[in-house]
């Protein structure tokens, strides 16, 4: 496995050099196909004692130049100073058809920028992290990927004693605004400039010897994010932790902690048990969002040097995150036009979720059951799967006239229209007690829930009529669930 390493051509101060700490007797948990096929790799090969220890770490490949990079951030909207990958180790690139991939061992051992950690990562967080990046790639949402989990017996200390494991994480890259506000605080322009020199020319070559590229860079991802959010809006995604240093600034979802999917809707709603003032909480992670590009705007103000454009540049965040938003929506509710009224419809439809405690994922797909030319009598035992998702049944009819009508006024097509909204709206997300299921059986040794799970979320739009159960609202034991910054 030829391991290149652009990263590693960075002046030192960028990263240090180290090897993964080896885990005892590592094994393997589970594989990802189609992140596997990126890399050219036979997935079944995964499972094989040599890729077990290149990939836990144990076995470091020849030509490597493995190492942790430096980084800092803003936590819960505080400066934090210095971070950097406390428990990542960057094993290098490969090339693939898209381009150089870097892969990078989560959970690999101490480095110099641990803090107080131990450089390790739980099992239970990193079925989830693997879950997760595979299942947002399949829902066609920016992701880091996961390529695989290994696993070990060796004991590792939580808020109970869990075990260790490794997820061998992809991307393009992994620099964060977090990398580019490290140096901004240390006043250290040169290689604040050597790092924006290094993204563009890796990741945005179409920016270079434009007029100003560093105000170009900070426009695109401030595009990107706002762009990836709408995303992560329209299906109910919850990040959790949307600090700076967990921001990419190739505009990928990065870094899966106590992420969740929306279930019964609130827009208030915060998956991360440790946020207690909500400041990720569903509603709170569009203008978050924005907040993170000022970050990044500030870092990068030193090379843009122009406080009025880079405001401009960060301006464009609303519309760009209004025009995919709405543009999801329209998908979502099958709508091919546009029209004037069209923000009420949605407004009204989200006001009843919220006050129904709606299922997000079950109410969008059952939407698309919904059948415009129903008899005037025949209509409310035709809606009856979609009625019965709310407990004011009359309101909801009510709104359901109103949809009805739009839909005529386009002259949408039942059949047509069932099969493009499906093609949208999920049938199976990573709700946390299907996590929670496969992390059970996976803590007891028996690992094949995490690969049904991952296969099943790997064809989130398609009926699979065989698996009905994974698109089952949480059993009453889910209601304790708690995800927290723990992993
Ligand atoms: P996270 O909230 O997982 O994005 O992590 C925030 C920071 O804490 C990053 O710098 C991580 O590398 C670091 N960190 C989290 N957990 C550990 C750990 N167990 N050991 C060392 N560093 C960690
Ligand atoms: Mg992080």
């Known amino acids: 496995m030829p391991i290149d390493n652009s990263f590693a051509e960075l002046p030192p101060a960028f990263y240090t050099h180290l090897r993964p700490t080896p885990l005892p007797a590592p094994y393997f948990v589970a594989a990802s196909p189609k992140a596997a096929a990126l890399l050219g790799l036979d997935p079944s090969d995964l499972a094989h004692e040599d890729f077990v220890a290149a990939f836990s770490g144990n076995r470091v490949p020849p030509r490597a130049k493995p190492l942790s990079a430096v980084y800092s951030g803003h936590q819960f909207g505080h400066w934090a100073g210095q971070l950097g990958d406390g428990r990542a ?30 450089g390790r990562a739980v099992l239970r967080s990193s079925i989830r992290e693997f879950l997760c990046s595979e299942a947002m790639a399949a829902l066609g949402i920016p992701t880091t990927r996961a390529l695989m989990v290994t696993g070990s017996h060796q004991q590792v200390v939580r808020e109970t004693i869990e075990t260790a494991a490794v997820v061998t994480r992809m991307a393009p890259s992994f620099v964060r605004f977090g990398s580019f506000e490290h140096w901004h605080y240390r006043n250290k322009h040169e290689e604040l400039k050597i790092l924006a020199d290094y993204v563009i020319r890796n990741f945005y070559p179409q920016l270079e010897g434009g ?41 990928l979802t990065l870094d899966y902690g106590p992420f969740g999917f929306m279930e019964a809707f609130d ?40 406080t009025d454009a880079a405001q401009a540049a960060l301006d464009v965040y609303v519309d760009a995150y209004g ?3 709405d543009a ?25 979720m919220q006050e129904n405690h709606v299922d997000f994922t079950l109410f969008f797909r059952t939407l698309g059951e919904l059948r415009v ?14 009625r019965d998702l709310f407990i004011d049944r009359p309101s909801f009819d009510a709104w359901a006239v109103r949809y009805r009508e739009r839909l005529r006024q386009e ?8 099969i493009a909204m499906h093609a949208v709206n999920p049938k199976y997300v990573l709700r946390n007690y299907l996590a929670q299921v496969a992390i059970d059986k996976a803590q007891q040794g028996d690992y094949s829930e995490v690969d049904r799970l991952r296969a099943v979320l790997d064809r989130p739009f398609d009926e699979q009529p065989e698996n009905a159960a994974y698109a089952a609202l949480p059993p009453d034991w889910a209601s304790h669930l708690e995800v927290s910054c723990s992993s």
């Open 328 to 352: 999801l929506l329209h998908a979502k509710l099958g709508l091919a036009t546009v029209q004037e009224n069209d923000r009420a419809l949605f407004d009204d439809m989200f006001k009843l």
């Open 411 to 418: 002259g949408s097509r039942d059949e047509a229209r069932r």
């Open 211 to 251: 007029d100003n590229p560093y105000l170009a860079l900070l426009s695109e991802v401030t595009v990107r994010t706002a762009r990836m959010i709408a995303h992560w809006q329209a299906v109910g995604f919850m990040h959790g932790v949307m600090n700076t240093d967990n921001m990419s600034i190739l505009g």
């Open 373 to 386: 030319d129903v008899l005037p009598d025949g209509g409310l035992e035709a809606d009856a799967p979609l």
């Open 267 to 306: 827009v208030d709603h915060i998956c991360n048990h440790t946020d207690q003032g909500g400041r990720y909480s569903y509603a709170n992670q569009v203008p978050v969002g924005h907040w993170n590009c000022y970050a990044l705007a500030n870092a990068l103000l030193p090379l843009i040097k122009d």
């Open 323 to 325: 025009e995919q938003f």
């Open 89 to 118: 180790i960057l094993l290098g690139e490969i090339a693939t058809a898209d381009g150089p991939v870097e892969l990078q061992l989560k959970g690999a051992g101490m480095t110099p920028y641990s803090r107080m950690g131990d």
